[in-house]
T-cell receptor
Framework: DAKTTQPTSMDCAEGRAANLPCNHS???????VYWYRQIHSQGPQYIIH???NNETNEMASLIITEDRKSSTLILPHATLRDTAVYYC??????????????FGTGTRLQVTL | DGGITQSPKYLFRKEGQNVTLSCEQN?????MYWYRQDPGQGLRLIYY???????QKGDIAEGYSVSREKKESFPLTVTSAQKNPTAFYLC????????????????FGPGTRLTVL
């Protein structure tokens, strides 16, 4: 599985954009980048995923660099409820193997007033 | 409402006892998973199941057992052979195991916090 590297923690003021970086320099051409978040003592929640193109949904935007070696999750207007641990995961190649998710330690985002 | 349920939220057991954690989903998902999370750590995969009557060991299966007799249920038994069973246990499901398509993300339950005394 490709390894991801994320900062241990980040702070963001409420109402501002939160930009969470992730490095995945050994990613393979057919591996997806997934983002989940986990609020304290709850199960992880899916946010977004992408392969090559930038993606946007109602929760966030995902920007993947052209060489695919890094990505950034953007929460456009962070609120206190966005305080959580954010996990960047590279999903194994398709076909023949289980699409298991490997969770690292993630980035702890603290949104403040 | 569709979703995944885990019960109970908190569970206490004496050392040496087996304990079974329940996981039920009504999402009609084929694949189900069990993860363990220790304080300050990411999730580690214990077992996963692609379909009814099938399951495979994950990265840390020793001391655990599972069954998949029904599509909607995937109970996990923590046996006395598990040396450090105290942890937060998370169950998840997805449409199928081999995915990669849009919308095949894993949905997680609320978790069960097991404490062995």
């Amino acid at each position: 599985d490709a390894k991801t590297t994320q900062p241990t923690s980040m702070d963001c003021a409420e109402g501002r954009a939160a930009n969470l970086p992730c490095n995945h320099s050994t990613i393979s051409g057919n591996e997806y980048v997934y983002w989940y978040r986990q609020i304290h003592s709850q199960g992880p929640q899916y946010i977004i995923h992408g392969l090559k193109n930038n993606e946007t949904n109602e929760m966030a935007s995902l920007i993947i660099t052209e060489d695919r070696k890094s990505s950034t999750l953007i929460l456009p207007h962070a609120t206190l409820r966005d305080t959580a641990v954010y996990y960047c995961i590279v999903r194994p190649p398709l076909g023949g193997t289980a699409s298991k998710l490997t969770f690292g330690t993630g980035t702890r985002l603290q949104v403040t007033l | 409402d569709g979703g995944i349920t885990q019960s109970p939220k908190y569970l206490f057991r004496k050392e040496g006892q087996n304990v079974t954690l329940s996981c039920e989903q009504n999402l009609n998902h084929d694949a189900m998973y069990w993860y363990r999370q220790d304080p300050g750590q990411g999730l580690r995969l214990i077992y996963y199941s692609q379909i009814v009557n099938d399951f495979q060991k994950g990265d840390i299966a020793e001391g655990y057992s599972v069954s998949r007799e029904k599509k909607e249920s995937f109970p996990l038994t923590v046996t006395s052979a598990q040396k450090n069973p105290t942890a937060f246990y998370l169950c998840a499901s997805s449409i199928d195991l081999y995915g990669g398509l849009a919308g095949d993300e894993q949905f997680f339950g609320p978790g069960t916090r097991l404490t062995v005394l």
